[in-house]
């Protein structure tokens, strides 16, 4: 069973601008670290893996080189190599493109029985590029996963958690799975893990190491366009106090609203 994990490396401080030309985040000089709910997955990726013997994870995600000490640190987690998609070509990507360049890398790497994603990063928030990649690759998806597991040789059972609800889901694999950080606890890697790391395999593929089509690509290829990125004016309150019986405070908030064309 190959279970690949798709990581993304996020910078880390909440100190982050936006480049004034392209709107997007200007990650230039910041240091970066894995995205948290990308090790929820890898977790889930290894318990697997330490259930049955018969299981090899991979780790894939997309930017610059120096992106590579989150898959070295994913590998000293217990992931088996790392794969690296890093190309002035993928740079500017919106999540559309961004998850075309990695389908095309999951279907070089081929053979995957389960594609595993983080619920959502933590610099954009979209939750957005699982979902994407499972449509590329035309596979069922699950989202928000806060439980899984192997139900069949080939299916997975898994209890999504929403806002007011939960709910179960069976998926036939290969499937695409993003999971929440209620899913479990994230091991640490031990000294000796992380000197193991980096004897296994981290492969870095560049553009013409993919079958893309370039105008799907970086910027170009995104069809999202930021035009402003503001931080809103603060709401202003006013409290207004309505005297007598409760009777006349009712009219009163009654005449208030219609005076502000509410009711």
């Known amino acids: 069973m190959k279970i690949v994990v798709c990581i993304k490396q996020v910078p880390e401080t909440n100190d982050v601008t936006i480049d004034p030309v392209t709107h997007n985040l200007d990650r230039r000089g910041l240091a ?95 939750g957005q590029v699982g979902p994407i990649v499972a449509e590329f690759l035309q596979q069922p998806q699950i989202t928000y996963a806060a439980s899984l597991r192997l139900s069949g040789d080939n299916e997975v059972t898994a209890e999504r958690l929403l806002e007011d609800t939960k709910q179960t889901l069976v998926a036939q694999l290969p499937a695409v799975v993003s999971v929440r950080s209620e899913l479990n606890t994230p091991r640490y890697p031990t000294p000796r893990n992380i000197q193991l790391s980096f004897d296994k395999p981290l492969t870095t593929w560049h553009h013409d190491d993919l079958d893309l089509d370039d105008t799907r690509l970086g910027q170009a290829g995104s069809p999202t366009i930021v035009t402003k990125v503001y931080a809103p004016e603060p709401v202003k309150r006013e409290l207004t106090k309505l005297d007598g019986t409760p009777a006349e405070a009712a009219s009163q908030l009654i005449t208030a609203l219609k005076g502000r064309q509410l009711i």
């Open 32 to 126: 970066g670290v894995m995205n948290p709910f990308d090790k929820n997955a890898i977790e889930l990726a290894l318990d697997l893996k330490d259930s049955r013997d018969d299981v090899q994870v991979a780790l894939l995600t997309m930017g610059p080189d120096d992106y590579a000490e989150s898959l070295r640190e994913g590998m000293a987690m217990g992931a088996d190599e790392g794969y690296l998609l890093s190309d002035r070509a993928f740079a500017g990507a919106d999540t559309l493109a961004t998850g075309y360049v990695i389908a095309q890398a999951l279907k070089k790497i081929g053979d995957a029985d389960l594609i595993l994603f983080g619920r959502q990063a933590v610099d954009a928030d979209t």
